[in-house]
């Protein structure tokens, strides 16, 4: 019994090309090797002394040049192609965070920042045009799930393998890993991998389809991005005002917070690959996926208008987890399904800014409402921004199942 449930769970990641394999390794060590960024505040915090206030600007630095960052690389991926963008991002990132613990000021870190994450988000879009050319059309939404599992396994043991090396080495020994984890990712991938212009895999079912010459005149694309920007909005703040929440409401440790992020890492880990699978073989309509998901994530919040019991604390992670598995992978594969030929680049660089985008509004909005009206608010306005959310994908819904020209690739 147990080894055809084994069995069955690995045939989810059989068909994969060896490309789309190397591309998850690297993913995999890239955000692993990303041990900065969840320390990045306490670092200007308590080893350069900085004010709330300039901890503050320095973020909005950070997700401002994540925003330029996934632009150009999309951008330039459509103009020179994904694999130089790939190559160049991670090599100067990784050479850039080696410089960066050279740098102590305020205004240079300012600019250091900003310029650091204007390179290294330009791999997002680029890794995203890769898995088109490199999977194949039936298999393009479990490779982003198979990459989706990589970025989370990485952000999994990237902030322990932090804490360890803060302790041993301080936090400068953070910019020496984080940058020769960049550098090592990408000379494996260079080794391993060829560059492809185009896929070698042809989608018959759109062989050469150009829905809109641009994508700022695709409308249905726009109200997509929308929904987007809200789920990213709910979905951080898992990393911002909820863990102030357990504490303050709670009185939970940082251990028990991080426990009950564990047990979503791990239901996404065994379920999100097997669900996906699932819903592909079944042809199931995507945008009715990620509708589901936006739901399931605003009833999530609304949960927390529950502040007297601290078992919906897990009830809530229940279901944040299976909201994120049906609305990001499928999200994804959308977001490069929507594309024309050509211009796949362009599509997820917005796609990717829109997150970028929701990871600044977030912690602003959220903070903002609870320091003014509590932590009853901020949940109630979340929720409500969730139900704003389908709504908006109900619209969407039947504005694709309208057009005459394209019907949404299952």
Known sequence: MLQRAFNKYI??????????????????INRAGTMVLPFLSKYLKEDLHFSYSQVGWIMVSFGLGSMLGSWLGGKLSDKIGFYKIMIFSLLSSGIGFFVLQTITSYHGLLIAIFIIMVIADMFRPAMFVSLGAYAKP??????????????????????????????????KGLFWVDGASCILAILIFWWKVKEKKKSKFIDKTNPDEVFTHSVFKDGPFWIFLTICLISGIMFFQLFTTIPLYHKEQFNLSEFQTGLL??????????LEMPIVSYIEKHKINKLKVINLGGLLMAISIYLLLVNNWVGILIVMMLFMTFAEMFAFPFSNSFAMSRAPKGHEGRYMAIFTMSYSLAHILSAKMGMTIIDNQGYQLNWFFMGTLGIISVLLGLWLIKLVQKEPARELKN
Do not use: C, K
């Open 261 to 270: 992020l564990t047990f979503n890492g791990i239901l996404v880990f065994f």
């Open 138 to 171: 039936e298999n393009r939404t479990r490779a982003l799930t198979l990459v989706r599992l990589a970025i989370n396994l990485g952000f999994a043991a990237g902030p322990a393998l932090g804490g360890l090396l803060i302790m041993s080495l301080g936090y």
């Open 11 to 28: 045939d989810n990641f059989r068909g994969f090309s060896r490309e789309i394999w190397i591309l998850t390794l690297i993913t995999f």
